[in-house]
């Protein structure tokens, strides 16, 4: 798979583009912590947002948000959103195509729209239609999003469900690689769920390794090649699983 690059004037990104990150903490200020060191960031509060939340800058330009969990049962997650300039049109079109609306499209101050939704096998991702915050300010660099891997069971009805979704992004003239699609047994236990996995990029996947096993994190998946770099799956001090991401040379 692969997407679009951002709007020629670097203000927005097409839809079908990952363009935003969001991690549900049960203790935002741990976050910060964690993945302050980890990757530089700095955080500012966002309190227009609702329940509160703060967001994440690498090099004074917005990359993520660190939202507080506030019902226990759900899971502590990373969540990629996907642009879109029409979400209530491709939130129907997710539910024609077999998925579901988990969150129905609600406003976030002036910032925009999301919603939550998944696939047909239950892998869940955001929605985001802009209003005045288009997304990443900085993407591709180490400490900022490189990639979004989706881990299904039927990868061939993935590639379905996505290529009717986002065809342009995928496929267009102006498509780049940034969204892929593997077996879950790949990496992970055959009864894992499908879902997203973020990917943040770094500059060597092993030093960032003993920085995460310092900070409290831990190891689920030892670095492995991929045909987009050398990929490390971990879980932060919390629970909440991602990538780290070192491109190869060719990349």
Same mark, same amino acid.
């Given at each position: 798979?692969?997407?679009?690059?951002?709007?020629?004037?670097?203000?927005?990104?097409?839809?079908?583009?990952?363009?935003?990150?969001?991690?549900?903490?049960?203790?935002?200020?741990?976050?910060?912590?964690?993945?302050?060191?980890?990757?530089?960031?700095?955080?500012?509060?966002?309190?227009?947002?609702?329940?509160?939340?703060?967001?994440?800058?690498?090099?004074?330009?917005?990359?993520?948000?660190?939202?507080?969990?506030?019902?226990?049962?759900?899971?502590?997650?990373?969540?990629?959103?996907?642009?879109?300039?029409?979400?209530?049109?491709?939130?129907?079109?997710?539910?024609?195509?077999?998925?579901?609306?988990?969150?129905?499209?609600?406003?976030? =101050?002036? +910032? #925009? !729209?999301?919603?939550?939704?998944?696939?047909?096998?239950? &892998?869940?991702?955001?929605?985001?239609?802009? *209003?005045?915050?288009?997304?990443?300010?900085?993407?591709?660099?180490?400490?900022?999003?490189?990639?979004?891997?989706?881990?299904?069971?039927?990868?061939?009805?993935?590639?379905?469900?996505?290529?009717?979704?986002?065809?342009?992004?995928?496929?267009?003239?102006?498509?780049?690689?940034?969204?892929?699609?593997?077996?879950?047994?790949?990496?992970?236990?055959?009864?894992?769920?499908?879902?997203?996995?973020?990917?943040?990029?770094?500059?060597?996947?092993? =030093?960032? +390794? #003993? !920085?995460?096993?310092?900070?409290?994190?831990?190891?689920? &998946?030892?670095?492995?090649?991929?045909?987009? *770099?050398?990929?490390?799956?971990?879980?932060?001090?919390?629970?909440?699983?991602?990538?780290?991401?070192?491109?190869?040379?060719?990349?």
């Amino acid at each position: 798979m692969a997407e679009n690059r951002a709007s020629a004037d670097g203000t927005g990104y097409g839809e079908g583009v990952p363009c935003w990150l969001d991690a549900q903490l049960p203790d935002v200020a741990a976050g910060q912590r964690f993945y302050g060191e980890l990757f530089g960031w700095t955080f500012h509060d966002r309190p227009e947002v609702h329940g509160g939340s703060v967001w994440a800058h690498h090099k004074g330009r917005p990359v993520a948000a660190l939202a507080h969990k506030t019902d226990g049962r759900m899971p502590t997650v990373w969540t990629v959103y996907f642009a879109t300039p029409d979400i209530e049109g491709l939130a129907d079109r997710i539910w024609a195509a077999g998925g579901q609306v988990v969150t129905a499209p609600m406003p976030v =101050a002036e +910032l #925009g !729209t999301s919603a939550l939704v998944t696939d047909p096998e239950g &892998a869940v991702f955001g929605l985001w239609e802009p *209003g005045s915050h288009p997304g990443f300010g900085v993407r591709h660099e180490p400490g900022t999003f490189a990639w979004a891997e989706l881990y299904a069971r039927d990868t061939e009805a993935a590639n379905t469900f996505y290529s009717g979704l986002f065809h342009d992004a995928l496929f267009g003239p102006e498509a780049h690689p940034d969204f892929g699609r593997a077996p879950v047994s790949d990496v992970f236990p055959a009864e894992m769920p499908p879902h997203f996995l973020v990917h943040f990029g770094v500059e060597d996947c092993e =030093a960032v +390794l #003993g !920085t995460v096993g310092r900070l409290g994190g831990r190891v689920q &998946a030892p670095p492995f090649e991929t045909s987009y *770099g050398k990929v490390a799956v971990v879980t932060d001090n919390q629970g909440a699983s991602f990538a780290i991401l070192e491109r190869s040379e060719r990349q």
